[in-house]
């Protein structure tokens, strides 16, 4: 009965082992935070959050580490997760009020960075400053940016710098909130953004939930997270399965392509009292490009952040002079002390470690 007893105990023990490990992020407020990157020691990827902040499986995993454009990076033992719940703290970071004057373009500056990170950790870093004008009577973003980057190899070099340029894009001062998008999808039908109360919004289409909208009253902010590529999915998937409806046919999605890859999408703007946004509002943003190799299978992240660090009111003369004056190339400490001087949240230590010995000859320089 004793044998019996203990093979039984050993059972147990090894189908809690197998059982996945499903965590949620959340911030002090209690809301769910989508989108977090958890890491390895060691720099490598292993999971993100969705839209609710859930993380599959974590199992397997000693120490992780997290990081997400609004929080504190966080680093953890996984056995001392207390019921499931890790909570993220605020990076506190503020952009100081523009004044608004009667000039003809919008001056902003934002800082970004874009790190590559895949099962051998991050290979490729870009980071620098962006100059962004915006024309306030066409509506229209004018960027250039001074930024330095650096690869694990010169074939991460030449593969990254040639395709980072089309998410440069996401490192500029936006035309346009993506709160706004979302809400002209809701008036053409494809998505529905209901309220969950305590100024929350779901943001779902006929399938599921693809993101949220958050108001936060008291500080001032809106928060809108969106799972672009599931969205995307849904409604290709939709148009093939009507269009092969029409020729009698039965249309199967091809879930293995469409899990392949995945694209998200969080920002950050001010409001006023009533919830409006301006241009000069904008606050800080995240993309992030998850997928996996087609020969190794590995996966891998691609995340963009962009933080608003100066905003002003200028005519075309004073954006020609200020241009001029911002020529000059950062070395990476420059980078590091701009972050520090403009309370830039910080990159998870091991990533941030990672992407140091990338730039191991300019720091003992």
Same mark, same amino acid.
């Given at each position: 009965?004793? =044998?019996? @007893?203990?093979?039984?105990?050993?059972?147990?023990?090894?189908?809690?082992?197998? #059982?996945?490990?499903?965590?949620?992020?959340?911030?002090?407020? $209690?809301?769910?935070?989508?989108?977090?990157?958890?890491?390895?020691?060691?720099?490598? %990827?292993?999971?993100?959050?969705?839209?609710?902040?859930?993380?599959?499986?974590?199992?397997? =995993?000693?120490?992780?580490h997290l990081s997400q454009v609004s929080y504190k990076p966080l680093t953890i033992d996984v056995a001392n997760i207390k019921g499931n719940t890790i909570v993220l703290d605020d990076a506190n %970071?503020?952009?100081?009020?523009?004044?608004?004057?009667?000039?003809?373009?919008?001056?902003?500056?934002? %800082?970004?960075?874009?790190?590559?990170?895949?099962?051998?950790? *991050?290979?490729?870093?870009?980071? $620098?400053?962006?100059?962004? !004008?915006?024309?306030?009577?066409?509506?229209?973003?004018?960027?250039?940016?001074?930024?330095?980057?650096?690869?694990?190899?010169?074939?991460? #070099?030449? @593969?990254?710098?040639?395709?980072?340029?089309?998410?440069?894009?996401?490192?500029?001062?936006?035309? /346009?909130?993506?709160?706004?998008?979302?809400?002209?999808?809701?008036?053409?039908?494809?998505?529905?953004?209901?309220?969950?109360?305590?100024?929350?919004?779901?943001?779902?289409?006929?399938?599921?939930?693809? $993101?949220?909208?958050?108001?936060?009253?008291?500080?001032?902010? +809106?928060?809108?997270?969106?799972?672009?590529?599931?969205?995307?999915?849904?409604?290709?998937?939709?148009?093939?399965?009507?269009?092969?409806?029409?020729? $009698?046919?039965?249309?199967? *999605?091809?879930?293995?392509?469409?899990? #392949?890859?995945?694209?998200?999408?969080?920002?950050?703007? +001010?409001?006023? !009292?009533?919830?409006?946004?301006?241009?000069?509002?904008?606050?800080?943003?995240? %993309?992030?490009?998850?997928? #996996?190799? +087609?020969?190794?299978?590995?996966?891998?992240?691609?995340?963009?952040?962009?933080?608003?660090?100066?905003?002003?009111?200028?005519?075309?003369?004073?954006?020609?002079?200020?241009?001029?004056?911002?020529?000059?190339?950062?070395?990476?400490? /420059? @980078?590091?002390?701009?972050?520090?001087?403009?309370?830039?949240? *910080?990159?998870?230590?091991?990533?941030?470690?990672?992407?140091?010995?990338?730039?191991?000859? /300019? @720091?003992?320089?």
């Amino acid at each position: 009965m004793k =044998n019996v @007893l203990i093979s039984l105990s050993l059972m147990l023990l090894c189908a809690l082992s197998l #059982r996945a490990q499903r965590v949620q992020v959340l911030d002090n407020d $209690g809301l769910p935070v989508p989108f977090v990157a958890a890491t390895t020691p060691d720099g490598k %990827y292993i999971a993100s959050t969705d839209a609710n902040g859930w993380f599959d499986d974590l199992s397997g =995993n000693k120490t992780i580490h997290l990081s997400q454009v609004s929080y504190k990076p966080l680093t953890i033992d996984v056995a001392n997760i207390k019921g499931n719940t890790i909570v993220l703290d605020d990076a506190n %970071y503020n952009l100081p009020e523009v004044v608004v004057k009667p000039k003809e373009l919008l001056y902003c500056q934002t %800082y970004f960075r874009t790190v590559y990170i895949d099962d051998d950790g *991050p290979n490729y870093f870009r980071g $620098g400053v962006v100059d962004n !004008s915006y024309n306030i009577a066409k509506k229209k973003v004018d960027a250039k940016s001074r930024h330095l980057s650096k690869a694990q190899s010169a074939f991460w #070099r030449a @593969l990254y710098s040639s395709t980072s340029g089309r998410y440069d894009r996401y490192t500029k001062l936006p035309e /346009e909130s993506y709160y706004n998008k979302l809400c002209k999808l809701q008036q053409q039908g494809t998505i529905t953004i209901t309220d969950a109360g305590d100024g929350r919004q779901i943001i779902a289409d006929s399938l599921s939930q693809l $993101g949220y909208i958050y108001w936060d009253k008291k500080e001032r902010t +809106r928060t809108v997270s969106f799972d672009i590529s599931t969205y995307i999915n849904h409604r290709e998937n939709k148009e093939k399965e009507e269009e092969a409806a029409k020729k $009698g046919k039965t249309f199967v *999605p091809d879930t293995v392509k469409q899990q #392949r890859h995945k694209v998200t999408f969080y920002q950050v703007y +001010r409001t006023d !009292s009533i919830g409006n946004s301006t241009t000069d509002d904008f606050l800080m943003t995240q %993309y992030t490009d998850i997928g #996996r190799h +087609r020969h190794s299978d590995k996966e891998y992240i691609i995340q963009v952040q962009a933080f608003a660090t100066d905003y002003a009111y200028i005519d075309k003369k004073d954006y020609k002079q200020m241009r001029n004056d911002n020529k000059v190339e950062m070395n990476i400490l /420059e @980078l590091r002390q701009f972050e520090k001087n403009n309370k830039i949240p *910080p990159l998870a230590s091991n990533i941030q470690e990672q992407i140091d010995k990338l730039f191991e000859k /300019e @720091l003992n320089n």
